[in-house]
């Protein structure tokens, strides 16, 4: 009884989260996501990568485990102002992007229509996500105080996850 209390008790305090495949079962693409990120700022020794089907990870130990995307697709996106990186593929465990914890205004249109319109905050990373149906064509508007970026991104088997192309200038 008080092997099983511990138990559920080290459940509670998220313990069971540690870095392993273990802890990647029965988790939906959004926790997956929570725990790529949760484990690099940890320090934790994953390699954590999005691809447009699903989420993979690679453990110190050499085991590996990947979380399916489904019927959505993850776009990261760092948008800049005066440095970045090209990336085609968004690793979680390295990929770090120039304008770090700061908030920005995004607006994705399919065609005429707005799909959708908010305010999200880049991480410690320099990078914000957007979960998008997939096979579809979009354009993606950026702003970040007076300044603003606007370009075509898709969500087909074959498009970059990783988003880094989207300099911020006055408009």
Known sequence: MKKLLALALGVALGLAQ????????GLKPEEALALAKRWREEGQRVVSYVTPEAFFFEFPDGRKAQVAL????????????????????????????E????????????????????????????????????NRRYTLEIRWGNLAATGSVTTFSQSPTCLTGFRLASR
């Open 99 to 134: 304008l770090q914890e700061e908030v920005f205004e995004v607006r994705v249109l399919e065609g005429e229509k707005e799909v959708l319109k908010t305010q999200v905050r880049s991480g410690k990373d320099g990078f914000f996500e957007l979960w998008l149906p997939r």
């Open 18 to 25: 540690t870095p392993s495949p273990e802890a990647l079962k």
């Open 70 to 97: 489904k019927d959505r697709f993850l776009l990261a996106i760092a948008p800049y102002v005066s440095r970045t990186h090209p990336c085609q593929v968004h690793y979680f465990s390295s990929c770090t992007g």
